[in-house]
């Protein structure tokens, strides 16, 4: 079981937080606050409060604003 995980984004992942909190979803955390040459990658976290349709929201709104 995982609650973590780290995704790789197209644009630098502020945008994409950014943009995916302007459609009401929020998606992450910027791992490039922290570390060095990582501004393209979003800390996601899962935890069993969220059910399979927020999930799905979740994904749809990635692939929207990193399309």
Same mark, same amino acid.
Do not use: I, N, S, Y
């Given at each position: 079981v995982f609650k973590e995980l780290a995704v790789r984004t197209p644009r630098p992942a502020r945008d994409v937080i950014r943009e995916a909190r302007a459609?009401? $979803?929020h998606p992450g955390y910027p791992l490039g606050r922290d570390y060095e040459g990582? %501004?393209?990658?979003?800390?996601v976290? $899962?935890?069993e409060k969220r059910t399979p349709a927020d999930i799905d929201?979740?994904? %749809?709104v990635l692939a929207e604003v990193c399309g």
């Open positions: 459609l009401g $979803v990582m %501004d393209d990658v979003l800390l976290a $899962v935890t929201r979740l994904a %749809d």
